[in-house]
């Protein structure tokens, strides 16, 4: 039986102080006994020693891949990533974050019998950080994986229907997860097991512990990407999910706008995204989250 391949999509922007411990939890894992993988790192115009630590790595694996970015910013990376890539399975990475030993075997071999339909594997994640209010958090609780684009992998079939992403996206991880739920009818694995270590530090794109009025308009930006969804496939969702969808624009809205109760008052969103929304609110629920923050994410 022939190897599976992974292909890991690596985007960074001034990664120096991290890139390196980041490669080497990939290289470290990145032929098993029933697969072999590609890096795929693409620079996204970095302007510190980026550049050169990768291009160290280059001479040692022929197996990682290093191209400069067409268009600035993290999703075109992904997008040049996928086009640059060849594996049957597609991971997401970035290049301050590491993965736990055996955790490309791990996340891949639910799917190794799904190679050729729409499937979708999701770990768990944990923190690691030199604040100690950050560290060492699994996240999410119970037996579900997380929707964070690192702890996504997924077969070539479902990406090839995904990407490439709108590049005017702030992040991946809504749009990725939107599709699986309002388009595809694909495949979701829940791997209850950690298999990406996120690092939480000042540079990070979203802050855990930014002021209210910062956090407050980077999800705005972040969430933007519900109503660019809505636009491109609002002709091709079923009515009940299409109602869902607006809904979630809706409480966007009146999140952004500190109404409570307006969220409160909806139908058609879940019990958990009323709760999520609220709390993102207003200063005061935010401000205690954040002094509660190991024991509502996960701790």
């Given amino acids: 039986m022939n190897k599976i391949k992974i292909s890991v999509l690596m ?6 102080k991290y890139i390196n411990d980041a490669l080497i939890s990939l290289v470290n894992q990145a032929n098993g006994i029933d697969y072999t993988c ?11 020693r980026t550049v050169e630590i990768v291009s160290a790595f280059l001479r040692d694996y022929s197996f ?7 268009h600035k910013g993290k999703v075109a990376g992904f997008n040049l990533a996928f086009r640059r ?11 301050d974050d590491m993965l736990p030993a055996d955790s490309l075997r791990m996340r891949a071999s639910p799917l190794k019998d799904h190679i050729n339909e729409k499937y979708i594997s999701l770990c768990k994640s944990q923190s690691f950080s030199e604040d100690r209010r950050f560290d060492g958090l ?5 037996s579900r994986g997380n929707w964070s684009g690192g702890c996504m992998m997924m077969t070539r079939a479902l990406a090839s229907d995904i990407f490439p992403l709108p590049e005017n996206l702030e992040n991946e991880d809504i749009w990725i997860s939107f599709f699986l739920k309002f388009i595809t009818g694909g495949k979701i694995i829940n791997v209850p097991r950690v298999g990406l270590y996120y690092r939480i530090h000042g540079g990070n794109s979203s802050k ?4 209210f009025q910062v956090k407050n308009e980077s999800m705005h930006k972040r969430r933007l990407s519900y109503k660019y969804f809505y636009d491109k496939y609002k002709d091709i969702i079923d009515r009940e999910k299409l109602e869902e969808l607006e809904q979630l624009i809706i409480a966007e809205d009146l999140r952004y706008k500190g109404d409570v109760i307006g969220i409160l008052r909806l139908k058609k969103i879940s019990y958990y995204d009323k709760i ?7 200063k005061v629920l935010y401000e205690m989250r954040r002094i509660m923050f190991k024991i509502l994410s996960g701790w």
């Fill in 64 to 70: 990682i891949k290093f191209y400069k970015n067409v």
């Fill in 85 to 95: 890539s060849s594996g049957d399975l597609i991971c997401l990475f970035a290049g």
């Fill in 208 to 211: 855990v512990n930014s002021t």
């Fill in 138 to 142: 699994v996240i999410p609780k119970g």
């Fill in 11 to 16: 985007p960074v922007f001034n990664e120096e």
């Fill in 276 to 282: 999520k929304d609220v709390v993102f609110s207003n």
């Fill in 38 to 48: 590609e890096i795929i790192v693409i620079d996204d115009f970095s302007t510190d």
